[in-house]
């Protein structure tokens, strides 16, 4: 099997690559062949036996695309994007990458079809910000997409298109509407969901975090070792199984920013939650207050997708998986 990840630079696509790597396979196929591509050249796995090439590419370049299918990968992971706070302060650049990047692979892939049949299965990460409030308690699969960001709108519209492709037969897509990861390793960037990250890791490290937002606000979180699971069962799941509706909310944790503190209590104490800072950000509280808060995702429970227990889980998960298994000061 070839597997073409596209935004293997980034976190999502670091782990992924890891974990196809060292497994070997997606379900019961071998992996012999990794593609890994991103606007820079993503780091070879050193643990794989496969062939692997590692390609510097902007997707929104006309051609980029049809360079990327031409050696007709099985399964596309397509998880390129900027992210959401970048998207809002940058109009054209979140259009150009996050849409018309996508529209581009989507018709590359059409192209590639016309010569002789070519059906892969695409994988796409969207984002539970293609809602909009006001919000009932819990979203479930009937709500309305209405977002109310341009990063918002840019992963519905790749939504739509994704189904429409799949439905006339030229892929075979799954988009998954991934929650905010949580805890996200390395550095923090410009996504204004980046805060829920921060007031955990940086802690956990001993440093200081600032919060921008109140200790009431609910949103809706996944590990990254969770969203990895989302992945790789969408790469192996028989698609038959979703209909026409291609696009899912995946299972997650609704959590308030105070509940997510009280979790970093338990587990690394009250000088760790000292070292939270609370300095409020009028841009990124109004960007949040029409985010969703909770979901009802009995529909993607049942075709198999698996969430985090509860937040003491999570921060374990970084714990274990970016810090050796131990947290503090010079971790």
């Given amino acids: 099997m070839h597997i073409l990840i596209i935004g293997a630079a980034g976190m999502i696509g670091r782990k992924l690559t890891q974990r196809l790597a060292a497994d070997g396979r997606l379900g019961h196929a071998t992996v012999d062949q990794l593609t890994l591509a991103d606007v820079i050249a993503p780091d070879t796995p050193t643990r794989f036996g496969g062939t692997v090439n590692t390609i510097a590419i902007d997707l929104a370049q006309p051609g980029a695309a049809t360079s990327l299918v031409a050696a007709r990968p099985d399964v596309i992971f397509h998880l390129a994007a900027i992210v959401s706070g970048e998207a809002e302060a940058n109009f054209d650049k979140g259009y150009r990458i996050n849409l018309d990047g996508t529209r581009f692979l989507l018709e590359a892939i059409r192209q590639q079809g016309l010569q002789t049949p070519y059906r892969p299965r695409l994988v796409f990460t969207s984002s539970i910000a293609v809602f909009g409030a006001p919000f009932p308690d819990r979203i479930d699969d009937e709500f309305f997409s209405t977002p109310l960001t341009s990063y918002g709108t840019q992963k519905a519209i790749d939504e739509l298109l994704l189904s429409d492709y799949t439905r006339k037969g030229f892929l075979d897509g799954i988009a998954i509407r991934l929650p905010t990861i949580c805890v996200r390793p390395g550095k923090p960037n410009k996504a204004a969901s980046g805060f829920f990250s921060n007031i955990l890791r940086e802690p956990l490290s001993g440093q200081e975090a600032v919060l921008p937002v109140s200790t009431d606000v609910r949103h809706w979180f996944a590990s990254p070792r969770a969203a990895i699971g989302f992945l790789t069962h969408a790469g192996t799941l028989d698609l038959a199984r979703l209909g026409n509706r291609r696009c899912l909310s995946m299972p997650g944790l609704s959590a308030t920013v105070g509940e997510e ?71």
């Fill in 261 to 331: 503190i009280e979790a970093l209590r338990r587990i690394a104490g009250e000088s760790a939650v000292r070292l939270i800072r609370h300095e409020p950000d009028q841009t990124i509280i109004d960007i949040v207050a029409g985010w969703p808060r909770n979901f009802d995702t009995r529909r993607a429970v049942a075709l198999g997708f698996k969430a985090d227990a509860d937040f003491d889980q999570i921060i374990r998960i970084h714990i274990d998986d970016e810090l050796g298994g131990k947290a503090g000061a010079g971790a």
